[in-house]
Protein backbone atom coordinates (compact mmCIF):
# COMPACT_ATOMS: atom_id res chain seq x y z
CA UNK A 1 0.00 0.00 0.00
CA UNK A 2 2.86 2.25 0.65
CA UNK A 3 3.78 2.44 -3.36
CA UNK A 4 -0.09 3.45 -3.41
CA UNK A 5 0.25 5.85 -1.44
CA UNK A 6 3.54 7.21 -3.36
CA UNK A 7 1.61 7.71 -6.45
CA UNK A 8 -1.20 9.01 -5.16
CA UNK A 9 0.48 12.07 -3.41
CA UNK A 10 3.95 12.12 -5.42
CA UNK A 11 4.78 13.28 -9.05
CA UNK A 12 6.28 10.91 -11.59
CA UNK A 13 10.08 9.53 -10.89
CA UNK A 14 12.41 11.82 -13.27
CA UNK A 15 8.91 12.61 -15.65
CA UNK A 16 10.26 15.80 -17.11
CA UNK A 17 13.92 14.25 -17.67
CA UNK A 18 12.51 11.36 -19.41
CA UNK A 19 9.73 13.43 -21.51
CA UNK A 20 12.89 15.73 -22.64
CA UNK A 21 14.35 13.00 -24.55
CA UNK A 22 11.19 13.17 -27.13
CA UNK A 23 11.97 16.19 -29.47
CA UNK A 24 7.77 17.04 -29.88
CA UNK A 25 4.97 17.27 -28.25
CA UNK A 26 2.84 14.75 -30.51
CA UNK A 27 6.00 12.24 -29.46
CA UNK A 28 5.33 12.38 -26.00
CA UNK A 29 2.13 11.94 -26.17
CA UNK A 30 2.45 8.83 -28.31
CA UNK A 31 4.89 7.77 -26.38
CA UNK A 32 2.64 7.79 -22.96
CA UNK A 33 -0.54 6.70 -24.42
CA UNK A 34 1.31 3.37 -26.25
CA UNK A 35 2.98 2.50 -22.75
CA UNK A 36 -0.65 3.45 -21.07
CA UNK A 37 -1.85 0.69 -23.45
CA UNK A 38 -0.41 -1.84 -22.51
CA UNK A 39 -2.64 -2.54 -19.44
CA UNK A 40 -4.80 -3.46 -22.99
CA UNK A 41 -3.15 -6.04 -23.95
CA UNK A 42 -2.79 -7.50 -20.06
CA UNK A 43 -6.69 -7.40 -20.62
CA UNK A 44 -6.77 -9.00 -24.12
CA UNK A 45 -4.23 -11.91 -22.82
CA UNK A 46 -6.25 -12.74 -19.86
CA UNK A 47 -9.52 -12.64 -21.57
CA UNK A 48 -9.18 -15.75 -23.44
CA UNK A 49 -6.35 -17.08 -21.96
CA UNK A 50 -7.76 -19.64 -19.86
CA UNK A 51 -10.25 -20.81 -22.29
CA UNK A 52 -7.44 -21.22 -24.71
CA UNK A 53 -5.81 -23.76 -22.32
CA UNK A 54 -9.15 -25.18 -21.64
CA UNK A 55 -8.88 -27.12 -24.67
CA UNK A 56 -5.49 -28.96 -24.10
CA UNK A 57 -5.62 -32.77 -22.85
CA UNK A 58 -2.71 -32.29 -20.27
CA UNK A 59 -4.76 -29.58 -18.68
CA UNK A 60 -7.93 -31.43 -18.78
CA UNK A 61 -6.73 -34.37 -17.53
CA UNK A 62 -4.51 -32.60 -15.04
CA UNK A 63 -7.47 -30.86 -13.25
CA UNK A 64 -10.26 -33.86 -13.95
CA UNK A 65 -12.49 -31.69 -16.14
CA UNK A 66 -13.67 -34.28 -19.12
CA UNK A 67 -15.54 -35.79 -15.98
CA UNK A 68 -16.88 -32.61 -14.75
CA UNK A 69 -17.96 -30.86 -17.40
CA UNK A 70 -19.92 -27.96 -15.78
CA UNK A 71 -16.06 -26.57 -14.69
CA UNK A 72 -15.34 -25.15 -18.20
CA UNK A 73 -18.14 -22.63 -17.84
CA UNK A 74 -17.45 -21.57 -14.60
CA UNK A 75 -14.48 -21.47 -14.69
CA UNK A 76 -14.43 -18.78 -17.71
CA UNK A 77 -17.68 -17.08 -15.72
CA UNK A 78 -15.50 -16.15 -12.76
CA UNK A 79 -13.58 -13.81 -14.66
CA UNK A 80 -16.47 -12.27 -15.86
CA UNK A 81 -17.97 -11.81 -12.38
CA UNK A 82 -14.67 -10.58 -11.27
CA UNK A 83 -14.54 -8.34 -14.00
CA UNK A 84 -17.76 -6.60 -12.53
CA UNK A 85 -17.26 -5.88 -9.24
CA UNK A 86 -13.45 -4.81 -10.43
CA UNK A 87 -14.88 -2.12 -12.76
CA UNK A 88 -17.57 -1.36 -9.95
CA UNK A 89 -14.23 -0.45 -7.19
CA UNK A 90 -12.80 1.08 -9.57
CA UNK A 91 -14.76 4.41 -9.76
CA UNK A 92 -14.29 5.60 -6.26
CA UNK A 93 -10.85 4.48 -6.63
CA UNK A 94 -10.02 5.91 -9.10
CA UNK A 95 -10.72 9.30 -8.12
CA UNK A 96 -9.40 8.49 -4.26
CA UNK A 97 -5.88 6.47 -5.61
CA UNK A 98 -5.69 8.60 -9.29
CA UNK A 99 -5.80 7.13 -12.43
CA UNK A 100 -2.14 6.33 -12.13
CA UNK A 101 -2.28 4.33 -8.72
CA UNK A 102 -5.39 2.51 -9.60
CA UNK A 103 -3.68 1.59 -12.66
CA UNK A 104 -1.09 0.27 -10.87
CA UNK A 105 -3.26 -1.91 -8.21
CA UNK A 106 -4.97 -3.19 -10.86
CA UNK A 107 -1.03 -4.26 -12.82
CA UNK A 108 -0.66 -5.98 -8.77
CA UNK A 109 -3.83 -7.65 -8.45
CA UNK A 110 -3.08 -9.23 -12.17
CA UNK A 111 0.30 -10.21 -11.36
CA UNK A 112 -0.47 -12.21 -8.03
CA UNK A 113 -3.90 -13.69 -10.06
CA UNK A 114 -1.66 -15.23 -12.55
CA UNK A 115 1.06 -16.37 -10.23
CA UNK A 116 -1.76 -18.42 -8.43
CA UNK A 117 -3.17 -19.94 -11.90
CA UNK A 118 0.62 -20.81 -12.88
CA UNK A 119 1.66 -22.35 -10.03
CA UNK A 120 -2.18 -24.38 -9.61
CA UNK A 121 -2.16 -27.76 -8.43
CA UNK A 122 -5.99 -28.27 -7.35
CA UNK A 123 -9.45 -26.58 -8.82
CA UNK A 124 -9.42 -23.83 -5.48
CA UNK A 125 -6.07 -22.33 -6.58
CA UNK A 126 -7.83 -22.04 -9.87
CA UNK A 127 -11.15 -20.16 -8.89
CA UNK A 128 -8.60 -17.82 -6.40
CA UNK A 129 -6.34 -16.75 -9.05
CA UNK A 130 -9.41 -15.90 -11.64
CA UNK A 131 -11.27 -14.24 -9.55
CA UNK A 132 -7.99 -12.00 -8.94
CA UNK A 133 -7.47 -11.87 -12.50
CA UNK A 134 -11.04 -10.58 -13.02
CA UNK A 135 -11.24 -7.93 -10.54
CA UNK A 136 -8.08 -6.93 -11.99
CA UNK A 137 -9.03 -6.84 -15.45
CA UNK A 138 -11.86 -4.98 -14.57
CA UNK A 139 -9.80 -2.26 -13.24
CA UNK A 140 -7.61 -1.87 -15.89
CA UNK A 141 -10.64 -2.21 -18.84
CA UNK A 142 -11.95 1.20 -16.72
CA UNK A 143 -9.09 2.99 -15.69
CA UNK A 144 -6.91 2.75 -19.07
CA UNK A 145 -9.38 4.42 -21.55
CA UNK A 146 -10.32 6.75 -19.09
CA UNK A 147 -6.57 7.74 -18.41
CA UNK A 148 -6.06 8.31 -22.35
CA UNK A 149 -9.06 10.23 -22.65
CA UNK A 150 -8.50 12.57 -19.91
CA UNK A 151 -4.32 13.21 -21.27
CA UNK A 152 -5.19 12.89 -25.17
CA UNK A 153 -6.05 15.85 -26.88
CA UNK A 154 -9.75 16.29 -28.91
CA UNK A 155 -8.28 15.46 -32.47
CA UNK A 156 -6.06 12.24 -31.12
CA UNK A 157 -8.24 11.41 -28.58
CA UNK A 158 -9.76 8.80 -30.83
CA UNK A 159 -6.92 7.57 -32.63
CA UNK A 160 -5.22 6.42 -28.93
CA UNK A 161 -8.54 4.69 -27.54
CA UNK A 162 -8.11 2.75 -30.78
CA UNK A 163 -4.20 2.21 -30.20
CA UNK A 164 -5.54 0.70 -26.80
CA UNK A 165 -8.29 -1.64 -28.19
CA UNK A 166 -5.46 -2.67 -30.82
CA UNK A 167 -3.45 -3.63 -27.79
CA UNK A 168 -6.38 -5.72 -26.44
CA UNK A 169 -6.79 -7.35 -29.62
CA UNK A 170 -3.17 -8.07 -30.22
CA UNK A 171 -3.25 -9.59 -26.41
CA UNK A 172 -5.94 -11.86 -27.60
CA UNK A 173 -4.02 -12.94 -30.23
CA UNK A 174 -0.37 -13.23 -28.55
CA UNK A 175 -2.43 -15.90 -26.35
CA UNK A 176 -3.83 -17.03 -28.97
CA UNK A 177 -0.22 -18.14 -30.99
CA UNK A 178 1.53 -18.72 -27.69
CA UNK A 179 -0.74 -21.50 -26.70
CA UNK A 180 -0.63 -23.35 -29.83
CA UNK A 181 3.05 -23.13 -30.18
CA UNK A 182 2.78 -25.23 -26.86
CA UNK A 183 0.66 -27.64 -27.78
CA UNK A 184 3.32 -30.13 -28.64
CA UNK A 185 4.51 -30.45 -24.98
CA UNK A 186 3.68 -33.29 -23.43
CA UNK A 187 3.73 -32.17 -19.64
CA UNK A 188 1.76 -29.07 -17.53
CA UNK A 189 4.26 -26.75 -19.66
CA UNK A 190 1.86 -26.71 -22.03
CA UNK A 191 -0.45 -24.64 -20.69
CA UNK A 192 1.78 -23.45 -17.61
CA UNK A 193 3.81 -21.68 -19.68
CA UNK A 194 0.87 -19.59 -22.07
CA UNK A 195 -0.34 -18.52 -18.55
CA UNK A 196 3.31 -17.50 -17.38
CA UNK A 197 4.53 -15.62 -20.06
CA UNK A 198 2.16 -12.21 -19.62
CA UNK A 199 3.96 -12.01 -16.06
CA UNK A 200 7.08 -9.94 -18.03
CA UNK A 201 4.98 -7.34 -19.71
CA UNK A 202 2.59 -7.23 -16.63
CA UNK A 203 5.83 -6.23 -14.81
CA UNK A 204 7.23 -4.05 -17.02
CA UNK A 205 4.19 -1.96 -17.00
CA UNK A 206 4.16 -2.22 -12.92
CA UNK A 207 7.63 -0.73 -12.80
CA UNK A 208 6.98 1.89 -15.18
CA UNK A 209 3.42 3.71 -14.07
CA UNK A 210 5.90 4.93 -10.80
CA UNK A 211 7.67 7.19 -14.06
CA UNK A 212 4.03 8.75 -15.60
CA UNK A 213 2.51 11.56 -14.41
CA UNK A 214 -1.45 11.65 -13.23
CA UNK A 215 -4.27 12.62 -15.49
CA UNK A 216 -4.59 17.12 -15.81
CA UNK A 217 -7.67 16.76 -14.86
CA UNK A 218 -7.30 14.44 -11.84
CA UNK A 219 -4.42 16.48 -10.48
CA UNK A 220 -6.59 19.99 -10.78
CA UNK A 221 -9.65 18.64 -9.11
CA UNK A 222 -7.20 17.72 -6.33
CA UNK A 223 -6.12 21.53 -6.40
CA UNK A 224 -2.56 20.22 -7.53
CA UNK A 225 -2.83 23.10 -9.79
CA UNK A 226 1.27 23.45 -10.39
CA UNK A 227 2.00 20.18 -10.73
CA UNK A 228 -1.06 19.71 -13.32
CA UNK A 229 0.60 22.88 -15.37
CA UNK A 230 3.76 21.29 -15.75
CA UNK A 231 2.48 17.78 -16.69
CA UNK A 232 0.46 20.06 -19.21
CA UNK A 233 3.68 21.32 -20.72
CA UNK A 234 5.21 18.70 -20.94
CA UNK A 235 2.47 16.48 -23.16
CA UNK A 236 0.84 19.90 -25.12
CA UNK A 237 3.47 22.89 -25.31
CA UNK A 238 7.26 22.85 -25.71
CA UNK A 239 7.86 22.50 -21.78
CA UNK A 240 7.44 25.62 -20.86
CA UNK A 241 4.47 26.49 -18.14
CA UNK A 242 4.14 29.63 -20.10
CA UNK A 243 3.10 28.35 -23.53
CA UNK A 244 -0.18 29.67 -24.92
CA UNK A 245 -2.24 26.37 -25.17
CA UNK A 246 -0.92 25.26 -21.76
CA UNK A 247 -2.64 27.94 -20.02
CA UNK A 248 -6.00 27.97 -22.14
CA UNK A 249 -6.58 24.44 -21.74
CA UNK A 250 -5.87 24.71 -18.04
CA UNK A 251 -7.87 27.81 -17.59
CA UNK A 252 -10.71 25.79 -19.84
CA UNK A 253 -10.52 22.35 -17.24
CA UNK A 254 -10.27 24.70 -14.12
CA UNK A 255 -12.96 27.19 -14.50
CA UNK A 256 -15.36 23.61 -15.49
CA UNK A 257 -13.77 21.79 -12.22
CA UNK A 258 -14.43 25.19 -10.17
CA UNK A 259 -18.45 25.48 -11.41
CA UNK A 260 -18.56 21.25 -10.68
CA UNK A 261 -17.21 21.92 -6.94
CA UNK A 262 -19.61 25.11 -6.14
CA UNK A 263 -23.10 23.69 -7.87
CA UNK A 264 -22.89 19.98 -8.40
CA UNK A 265 -22.04 16.88 -6.28
CA UNK A 266 -19.86 13.80 -7.12
CA UNK A 267 -22.16 11.16 -5.77
CA UNK A 268 -23.55 8.51 -8.02
CA UNK A 269 -26.73 9.76 -6.90
CA UNK A 270 -25.61 12.52 -9.16
CA UNK A 271 -25.61 10.57 -12.24
CA UNK A 272 -28.81 9.09 -11.88
CA UNK A 273 -30.81 12.38 -10.94
CA UNK A 274 -32.27 14.97 -13.69
CA UNK A 275 -30.40 18.05 -13.38
CA UNK A 276 -29.40 20.68 -16.29
CA UNK A 277 -25.80 18.29 -16.76
CA UNK A 278 -28.29 15.58 -18.42
CA UNK A 279 -26.00 13.22 -16.47
CA UNK A 280 -28.70 10.67 -16.60
CA UNK A 281 -28.85 10.68 -20.67
CA UNK A 282 -25.11 9.90 -20.52
CA UNK A 283 -24.99 7.28 -18.26
CA UNK A 284 -27.68 5.40 -20.69
CA UNK A 285 -25.71 6.17 -23.65
CA UNK A 286 -22.45 5.09 -21.99
CA UNK A 287 -23.83 1.71 -21.30
CA UNK A 288 -25.27 1.26 -23.98
CA UNK A 289 -22.32 1.60 -26.23
CA UNK A 290 -20.77 -1.07 -24.30
CA UNK A 291 -23.71 -3.59 -23.94
CA UNK A 292 -24.11 -2.85 -27.95
CA UNK A 293 -20.13 -3.80 -28.01
CA UNK A 294 -21.30 -7.54 -26.91
CA UNK A 295 -24.77 -7.96 -28.11
CA UNK A 296 -22.90 -7.90 -32.25
CA UNK A 297 -22.16 -11.34 -31.09
CA UNK A 298 -18.57 -11.10 -30.92
CA UNK A 299 -17.71 -12.80 -28.14
CA UNK A 300 -19.62 -15.64 -29.09
CA UNK A 301 -17.67 -16.13 -31.96
CA UNK A 302 -14.21 -15.58 -30.11
CA UNK A 303 -14.92 -17.29 -26.94
CA UNK A 304 -16.97 -20.72 -28.06
CA UNK A 305 -15.05 -21.23 -31.49
CA UNK A 306 -14.19 -24.64 -30.90
CA UNK A 307 -17.95 -24.99 -30.54
CA UNK A 308 -18.47 -23.69 -33.79
CA UNK A 309 -15.64 -25.00 -35.70
CA UNK A 310 -15.91 -28.61 -34.62
CA UNK A 311 -20.17 -28.10 -36.43
CA UNK A 312 -18.28 -26.97 -39.70
CA UNK A 313 -16.12 -30.13 -39.26
CA UNK A 314 -13.29 -28.87 -37.85
CA UNK A 315 -10.96 -31.50 -36.17
CA UNK A 316 -9.11 -31.92 -33.05
CA UNK A 317 -7.74 -29.23 -30.79
CA UNK A 318 -4.54 -28.17 -32.52
CA UNK A 319 -6.68 -27.24 -35.54
CA UNK A 320 -8.84 -25.91 -32.97
CA UNK A 321 -5.81 -23.79 -31.45
CA UNK A 322 -4.44 -22.88 -34.98
CA UNK A 323 -8.17 -21.30 -36.55
CA UNK A 324 -8.34 -19.68 -32.70
CA UNK A 325 -4.86 -18.02 -34.03
CA UNK A 326 -5.64 -17.21 -37.31
CA UNK A 327 -8.79 -14.91 -35.47
CA UNK A 328 -6.59 -13.73 -33.26
CA UNK A 329 -4.56 -12.10 -36.19
CA UNK A 330 -7.68 -10.80 -38.48
CA UNK A 331 -8.85 -8.85 -35.64
CA UNK A 332 -5.22 -7.06 -34.91
CA UNK A 333 -5.10 -6.68 -38.83
CA UNK A 334 -8.23 -5.10 -38.67
CA UNK A 335 -8.05 -2.78 -35.88
CA UNK A 336 -5.25 -1.39 -37.69
CA UNK A 337 -7.08 1.19 -39.87
CA UNK A 338 -9.34 2.92 -37.07
CA UNK A 339 -5.82 3.26 -35.33
CA UNK A 340 -4.78 5.73 -38.01
CA UNK A 341 -8.24 6.89 -39.52
CA UNK A 342 -10.59 6.72 -36.36
CA UNK A 343 -10.32 10.52 -35.83
CA UNK A 344 -11.69 11.36 -39.39
CA UNK A 345 -14.67 9.18 -38.98
CA UNK A 346 -18.07 10.63 -37.30
CA UNK A 347 -18.75 8.52 -33.88
CA UNK A 348 -22.19 7.88 -34.88
CA UNK A 349 -21.42 6.98 -39.04
CA UNK A 350 -18.93 4.08 -37.21
CA UNK A 351 -21.00 2.41 -35.22
CA UNK A 352 -23.94 2.84 -37.63
CA UNK A 353 -21.75 1.11 -40.03
CA UNK A 354 -20.60 -1.68 -37.93
CA UNK A 355 -24.26 -2.62 -37.00
CA UNK A 356 -25.18 -3.15 -40.41
CA UNK A 357 -22.16 -5.06 -41.67
CA UNK A 358 -22.27 -7.11 -38.60
CA UNK A 359 -25.90 -7.88 -38.93
CA UNK A 360 -25.33 -9.03 -42.79
CA UNK A 361 -22.16 -11.46 -41.60
CA UNK A 362 -24.64 -12.53 -39.38
CA UNK A 363 -27.45 -13.43 -41.32
CA UNK A 364 -25.19 -15.22 -43.99
CA UNK A 365 -23.21 -17.11 -41.26
CA UNK A 366 -27.20 -18.34 -40.71
CA UNK A 367 -27.91 -19.13 -44.24
CA UNK A 368 -24.85 -21.38 -44.71
CA UNK A 369 -25.51 -23.40 -41.07
CA UNK A 370 -29.53 -23.78 -42.13
CA UNK A 371 -28.33 -24.94 -45.94
CA UNK A 372 -25.29 -27.51 -44.80
CA UNK A 373 -27.02 -28.80 -41.67
CA UNK A 374 -24.73 -27.91 -39.44
CA UNK A 375 -25.41 -29.23 -35.94
CA UNK A 376 -23.73 -27.43 -32.75
CA UNK A 377 -22.85 -30.32 -29.93
CA UNK A 378 -22.91 -30.38 -26.55
CA UNK A 379 -20.02 -30.01 -24.30
CA UNK A 380 -19.42 -33.65 -23.81
CA UNK A 381 -19.09 -34.45 -27.55
CA UNK A 382 -16.75 -31.28 -27.41
CA UNK A 383 -14.16 -33.07 -25.55
CA UNK A 384 -14.79 -36.07 -26.93
CA UNK A 385 -13.24 -34.28 -30.22
CA UNK A 386 -10.87 -32.01 -28.12
CA UNK A 387 -9.04 -35.45 -26.67
CA UNK A 388 -8.98 -36.92 -30.57
CA UNK A 389 -5.41 -37.21 -31.65
CA UNK A 390 -5.75 -37.26 -35.32
CA UNK A 391 -4.06 -34.98 -37.70
CA UNK A 392 -6.65 -34.44 -40.02
CA UNK A 393 -7.65 -30.64 -40.08
CA UNK A 394 -11.66 -31.71 -40.68
CA UNK A 395 -13.80 -34.52 -39.97
CA UNK A 396 -14.90 -34.92 -43.92
CA UNK A 397 -13.55 -33.83 -46.92
CA UNK A 398 -14.53 -29.91 -46.73
CA UNK A 399 -17.57 -28.49 -48.72
CA UNK A 400 -17.46 -25.00 -50.14
CA UNK A 401 -19.89 -24.64 -47.13
CA UNK A 402 -17.31 -24.67 -45.00
CA UNK A 403 -14.75 -22.55 -46.74
CA UNK A 404 -17.74 -20.43 -47.12
CA UNK A 405 -18.30 -20.12 -43.10
CA UNK A 406 -14.65 -19.40 -42.69
CA UNK A 407 -14.57 -16.37 -44.73
CA UNK A 408 -17.68 -15.06 -43.54
CA UNK A 409 -16.58 -15.72 -40.03
CA UNK A 410 -13.31 -13.66 -40.40
CA UNK A 411 -14.84 -11.28 -42.37
CA UNK A 412 -16.96 -10.72 -39.38
CA UNK A 413 -14.26 -10.15 -37.10
CA UNK A 414 -12.75 -7.85 -39.02
CA UNK A 415 -15.45 -5.98 -39.32
CA UNK A 416 -15.96 -5.59 -35.47
CA UNK A 417 -12.16 -5.02 -35.23
CA UNK A 418 -12.77 -1.81 -37.49
CA UNK A 419 -15.74 -0.31 -35.80
CA UNK A 420 -17.22 -1.39 -32.73
CA UNK A 421 -14.39 -2.90 -30.57
CA UNK A 422 -12.80 0.75 -30.58
CA UNK A 423 -15.75 2.79 -30.72
CA UNK A 424 -17.72 0.83 -27.63
CA UNK A 425 -14.88 1.91 -25.35
CA UNK A 426 -13.90 5.28 -26.98
CA UNK A 427 -17.61 6.83 -27.27
CA UNK A 428 -18.31 6.11 -23.55
CA UNK A 429 -14.42 7.24 -22.19
CA UNK A 430 -15.94 10.43 -23.25
CA UNK A 431 -19.39 11.45 -22.46
CA UNK A 432 -19.41 12.58 -18.25
CA UNK A 433 -18.09 15.78 -16.46
CA UNK A 434 -14.78 15.37 -14.93
CA UNK A 435 -16.26 15.16 -10.96
CA UNK A 436 -18.01 11.90 -11.69
CA UNK A 437 -16.29 10.61 -14.93
CA UNK A 438 -14.60 8.21 -13.00
CA UNK A 439 -17.73 6.63 -11.56
CA UNK A 440 -19.81 6.84 -14.94
CA UNK A 441 -17.31 5.00 -16.52
CA UNK A 442 -16.84 2.54 -14.07
CA UNK A 443 -20.82 1.79 -14.17
CA UNK A 444 -20.32 1.24 -18.11
CA UNK A 445 -17.55 -0.66 -17.75
CA UNK A 446 -19.07 -3.18 -15.07
CA UNK A 447 -22.18 -3.05 -17.64
CA UNK A 448 -20.30 -4.77 -20.20
CA UNK A 449 -18.73 -7.16 -18.72
CA UNK A 450 -22.45 -8.22 -17.29
CA UNK A 451 -23.15 -8.62 -20.95
CA UNK A 452 -20.07 -10.55 -21.25
CA UNK A 453 -20.84 -12.47 -18.78
CA UNK A 454 -24.94 -13.29 -19.95
CA UNK A 455 -22.98 -13.86 -23.45
CA UNK A 456 -20.98 -16.29 -22.10
CA UNK A 457 -23.37 -18.45 -19.82
CA UNK A 458 -25.94 -18.29 -22.58
CA UNK A 459 -24.20 -18.45 -25.63
CA UNK A 460 -23.50 -22.74 -25.56
CA UNK A 461 -27.14 -23.02 -24.53
CA UNK A 462 -27.80 -20.97 -27.06
CA UNK A 463 -25.93 -23.11 -29.72
CA UNK A 464 -27.36 -26.02 -28.36
CA UNK A 465 -30.75 -25.59 -28.49
CA UNK A 466 -31.37 -22.84 -31.00
CA UNK A 467 -28.61 -23.69 -33.61
CA UNK A 468 -28.12 -21.38 -36.11
CA UNK A 469 -30.70 -19.43 -35.18
CA UNK A 470 -28.47 -18.11 -32.63
CA UNK A 471 -26.89 -15.79 -35.57
CA UNK A 472 -30.30 -14.83 -36.65
CA UNK A 473 -30.65 -13.48 -32.91
CA UNK A 474 -27.77 -11.36 -33.05
CA UNK A 475 -28.27 -10.18 -36.51
CA UNK A 476 -31.54 -8.94 -35.42
CA UNK A 477 -29.75 -6.91 -32.45
CA UNK A 478 -27.69 -5.86 -34.91
CA UNK A 479 -30.36 -4.17 -36.56
CA UNK A 480 -31.88 -2.42 -33.85
CA UNK A 481 -28.57 -1.18 -32.92
CA UNK A 482 -28.16 0.69 -35.85
CA UNK A 483 -31.50 1.85 -35.43
CA UNK A 484 -30.87 3.44 -31.71
CA UNK A 485 -27.54 4.80 -32.42
CA UNK A 486 -28.95 6.64 -35.83
CA UNK A 487 -31.87 8.27 -33.76
CA UNK A 488 -30.31 8.79 -29.88
CA UNK A 489 -26.75 9.11 -29.76
CA UNK A 490 -25.19 12.90 -30.31
CA UNK A 491 -21.95 13.11 -32.68
CA UNK A 492 -18.42 14.06 -30.18
CA UNK A 493 -15.80 13.92 -32.97
CA UNK A 494 -13.36 16.24 -32.55
CA UNK A 495 -14.94 17.56 -29.33
CA UNK A 496 -12.83 18.57 -26.31
CA UNK A 497 -13.94 16.73 -23.31
CA UNK A 498 -15.67 20.23 -22.07
CA UNK A 499 -17.01 20.80 -25.30
CA UNK A 500 -19.08 17.48 -25.12
CA UNK A 501 -19.91 18.28 -21.64
CA UNK A 502 -21.48 21.26 -23.09
CA UNK A 503 -23.50 19.66 -25.74
CA UNK A 504 -24.95 17.61 -22.68
CA UNK A 505 -25.77 20.29 -20.97
CA UNK A 506 -27.10 22.66 -23.77
CA UNK A 507 -30.37 20.07 -23.72
CA UNK A 508 -32.83 21.89 -21.74
CA UNK A 509 -35.15 19.23 -21.92
CA UNK A 510 -34.62 18.51 -17.58
CA UNK A 511 -33.27 21.93 -17.38
CA UNK A 512 -33.44 23.20 -13.87
CA UNK A 513 -33.83 27.16 -13.85
CA UNK A 514 -33.25 27.41 -10.19
CA UNK A 515 -29.81 26.13 -10.79
CA UNK A 516 -26.93 28.24 -13.39
CA UNK A 517 -26.57 26.62 -16.31
CA UNK A 518 -22.88 25.51 -17.05
CA UNK A 519 -23.02 26.56 -20.42
CA UNK A 520 -23.12 30.15 -19.46
CA UNK A 521 -20.59 30.11 -16.56
CA UNK A 522 -18.18 28.34 -18.36
CA UNK A 523 -18.03 30.73 -21.57
CA UNK A 524 -18.64 33.65 -18.86
CA UNK A 525 -15.66 32.57 -17.16
CA UNK A 526 -13.42 31.61 -19.79
CA UNK A 527 -13.86 34.83 -21.43
CA UNK A 528 -13.20 36.60 -18.54
CA UNK A 529 -9.99 34.78 -17.83
CA UNK A 530 -8.74 34.91 -21.31
CA UNK A 531 -8.95 38.67 -20.88
CA UNK A 532 -7.32 39.23 -17.50
CA UNK A 533 -4.68 36.98 -18.53
CA UNK A 534 -3.80 38.88 -21.98
CA UNK A 535 -3.89 42.11 -19.70
CA UNK A 536 -1.62 40.72 -17.10
CA UNK A 537 0.83 39.58 -20.10
CA UNK A 538 0.57 43.26 -21.85
CA UNK A 539 1.54 44.97 -18.30
CA UNK A 540 4.28 42.21 -18.09
CA UNK A 541 5.82 42.05 -21.09
CA UNK A 542 4.79 44.86 -23.33
CA UNK A 543 3.44 42.54 -25.43
CA UNK A 544 0.08 39.87 -25.40
CA UNK A 545 2.25 36.94 -24.45
CA UNK A 546 6.00 36.08 -23.34
CA UNK A 547 7.99 34.68 -26.30
CA UNK A 548 9.10 30.66 -25.04
CA UNK A 549 12.35 31.79 -24.78
CA UNK A 550 11.60 33.74 -21.09
CA UNK A 551 12.89 32.43 -18.22
CA UNK A 552 10.91 30.09 -15.75
CA UNK A 553 9.21 31.87 -13.06
CA UNK A 554 10.07 30.46 -9.40
CA UNK A 555 6.37 29.58 -9.06
CA UNK A 556 3.56 29.47 -11.53
CA UNK A 557 1.97 33.10 -12.33
CA UNK A 558 -1.24 33.82 -9.80
CA UNK A 559 -3.48 34.59 -12.01
CA UNK A 560 -3.42 30.71 -13.55
CA UNK A 561 -3.55 28.93 -10.49
CA UNK A 562 -5.93 30.95 -8.69
CA UNK A 563 -9.37 29.46 -7.65
CA UNK A 564 -11.76 31.90 -9.79
CA UNK A 565 -15.48 32.28 -8.67
CA UNK A 566 -17.88 31.41 -11.04
CA UNK A 567 -19.64 35.33 -11.96
CA UNK A 568 -23.08 34.64 -13.18
Not at 106 to 111: E, H
Not at 156 to 163: Q, V
Not at 264 to 270: A, N, V
Not at 417 to 423: D, I, K, N, S, T
Amino acid sequence: MKCLTFLRHHPPLGWDAKMQLFSSTKTRLIALCTFLSLGGFLFGYNLVAMASVMVMPNFLKHFRIVEELEVYTIIITTMMIGAVVGALLGGPLADFLGRRGLALFGSLLCMLGNLLLVAADEMAKIYAGRTLVGISVGMLSMVVPLYITEIATPSSRGRFIAFHQLCIVLGISVDFWITFGCTSLQTSRSWRIPLGVQLIPNAIYAIGLFFVPQSPRYLIQKHRDKEAIRTLAMIRGDGSTRHREVLMEFAEIKQRICFEERYTKKGYRELFRRSSDNNLRRVILACASLAFQQLTGANTLMLYSPLIFRAIGLNGHVATLFANAISGSVIVVSTLLPVCLIDRWHRRHGMIAGAVLSALWMAILAAISSVAGSRFSGMGDFYDHLSDQTTALFLHEPRASSVAFFVIFYLFLATYGCFWAPLGWIYPAELFPNGVRAKGFSIATAVNWFFTFGVTELSPIALTSIQWKVFLVYCIFSICIAVIVYLYFPETKGMSLEEIDLLFSANFRFYDPNLPHPRAANETLEQIDQRYIKDRRVLQFGHDYPTTSSPEPSTLPEDIIRNPTPIL
